[in-house]
């Protein structure tokens, strides 16, 4: 299983690779924050990650996330944004101001 909740309402995933060295390199957060009645995704990893981070989410019991937020725009970080955004056209995405542009083609 890629998935570890750490604390209440915070579950690590990793988001595996699939290149010698790097299957537990890159990790994701699922947030649910139900003070707010709302969930954050942070880090989607690269594309290649995308469909096993959608079973994770579903083995979690974890539905559209409402927001999506990236630490800073990497390949290895972002780089599944549009393949994530394609699934989850609801979730709003959050990026830092510089890398936006590269996320919205």
């Given at each position: ?15 595996p ?68 955004n ?20």
């Amino acid at each position: 299983m890629n998935t570890k909740e750490v604390i209440k309402g915070l579950t690590e995933i990793v988001l595996p690779v699939a290149r010698r060295g790097y299957e537990s390199f890159i990790i994701g957060w699922h947030i649910n924050d139900k003070a707010r009645n709302r969930t954050v995704l942070v880090e989607t990893g690269p594309a290649s990650t995308i469909p096993q981070l959608i079973e994770d989410l579903k083995q979690i019991g974890a539905g559209e996330p409402d927001y999506l937020l990236y630490t800073h725009v990497h390949l290895d970080h972002s780089g599944g944004a549009g393949q994530f955004n394609l699934k989850f056209p609801g979730t709003k995405i959050i990026a830092p101001l510089k890398g936006r542009p590269h996320l919205i083609d």
